[in-house]
Nanobody
């Protein structure tokens, strides 16, 4: 079992910055990939950025150059630095972890970008 707890969401003006954190606990040794996903009202959940055990990262085209994902293995935490945010970034952001036994999800944190 893996537990994921997100923090750092809130209200931010367009063009501003926000940093999300996701703390992992439990069977963290089994985690292969961690990442951030988001779901806007009426839309499907989509990948924002993922990071492997090394430094390999993958981003959605919509956030490339604006968002950065980083992983601190000593703290069992993954971060999402969001810069130059846009109103279309408004969504519930979820932390996800892939393990051999399946995916795990946090409860999500709301990010609202005002124009």
């Amino acid at each position: 079992q893996v537990q994921l707890v997100e923090s750092g969401g809130g209200l931010v003006q367009a063009g501003g910055s926000l940093r999300l954190s996701c703390a992992a606990s439990g069977s963290i040794f089994s985690i292969n990939v961690m990442g951030w996903y988001r779901q806007a009202p009426g839309k499907q959940r989509e990948m924002v950025g993922i990071i492997g055990n090394g430094i390999t990262t993958t981003y959605a085209d919509s956030v490339k150059g604006r968002f950065t994902i980083a992983r601190d293995n000593a703290k069992n935490t993954v971060y999402l630095q969001m810069n130059s945010v846009k109103p279309e970034d408004t969504a519930v952001y979820y932390c996800g972890a892939r393990t051999p036994s399946g995916p795990y999800w946090g409860r999500g944190t709301q990010v609202t970008v005002s124009s």
